[in-house]
């Protein structure tokens, strides 16, 4: 079993509600300004560029990240996407992320090919740098909030070693503006998720085909590969 990028989805209102203080904290500081935010000397963290983080580990997606590759790098859904089954991957606390087709429930994740993500370049960079997706822009690190969405601590995801090499510090403002755009984007995802579920718990009922990939992906507005509508 691998691990996916993705933490657990926290139990928190939606990121459009929260107010801008708990998005947009002043850099490195507790959203009052008191004192360090807890975990902030991670943000120097600076990327060695040996590219394990793009074989280690899946990176789950949503539809708006999934639009965003495909229409960038001119390139259809299907060809991007892979779908693991539960039992090949850990997302421990995020049962919403599973679609239920066919074949049995799967996670739309990142394409790989022979271990390494498909945009994964010889000389270990991303070959869609400005198109990846959320988890990929802010592994490894992983900002804990509280009840009103406010950041409380950051920690730094290593389950390997990426070194210890240090740099110029990240932008907090920045890292928890894409924290929260990615759990909005996630929770909007799994609302798709829901209605698909739900229709192919009723169709499983009455005896009918559940729909495959294809079909899912054409049901959140991909167009389908010409193979795929001969």
């Known amino acids: 079993m691998v691990s996916a990028s993705r933490r657990r989805l926290p139990v928190l209102p ?4 929260w107010p801008a203080a708990a998005v947009v904290p002043t ?6 300004g008191s004192q360090p935010l807890p975990g902030s000397e991670h943000l120097r963290f600076r990327c ?15 539809h708006h990240e999934l639009r965003r590759l495909s229409e960038g790098l001119g390139q259809s859904a299907a060809t991007l996407v892979e779908w693991l089954e539960p039992a090949e991957v850990d997302m421990t606390g995020e049962p919403g992320s599973f679609v239920r ?6 996670l739309m994740v990142l394409a790989q090919t022979e ?8 000389d270990q960079r991303c070959s869609a740098y400005a198109l990846r997706p959320l988890d990929c822009r802010l592994f490894p690190f992983d900002l804990e909030r509280d009840a009103q969405g406010r950041p409380l601590r950051l920690s730094r995801l290593d389950p ?10 990240a932008e907090l ?3 928890a503006a894409q924290d929260a755009q990615r759990w909005s984007e ?11 579920n739900q229709v192919a718990a009723h169709r499983a009922r009455s005896g009918r085909r559940l729909g495959d990939a294809a079909d899912f992906l054409a049901f959140l507005g991909f167009a389908r590969a010409p193979s795929q509508t001969a």
């Open 14 to 17: 939606a990121a459009s509600v």
């Open 27 to 32: 850099a490195g500081l507790l959203p009052d």
């Open 48 to 62: 060695n560029g040996c590219g394990d983080c793009c074989r280690q580990l899946r990176v789950a997606l949503t």
């Open 101 to 106: 087709l066919t074949g049995g429930r799967r």
């Open 115 to 122: 271990g390494t993500c498909r945009l994964l370049t010889a």
């Open 160 to 169: 390997n070693g990426c070194g210890d090499e240090q740099g110029e510090a």
């Open 173 to 175: 403002t920045e890292l």
């Open 186 to 196: 996630l929770q909007d995802y799994q609302r798709q998720l829901q209605r698909w």
